[in-house]
């Protein structure tokens, strides 16, 4: 069964950064995820994370003044 966002339905969603608060929820194997589409930030079961695309990182470049 495919993932939804439950804000707007969407099954684009993606793993999310870790927080100190989220601790509590890993112990009980739940990873953090993010909407792409709306941005809002839930929890999912671990084999339904570990299936989500991560977060893709994007350099700034340094102006170097």
Known sequence: MQMMCPNCLS???RTSRFR???LA???ILQLPVRCRNCQ???YAFLHQAL???GRKVTRRKHSGH
């Open 25 to 27: 929820r890993i112990l």
């Open 40 to 42: 809002q930030r839930g």
């Open 51 to 53: 299936r989500l695309p």
């Open 11 to 13: 099954q684009d969603l």
């Open 20 to 22: 100190i608060a989220d």
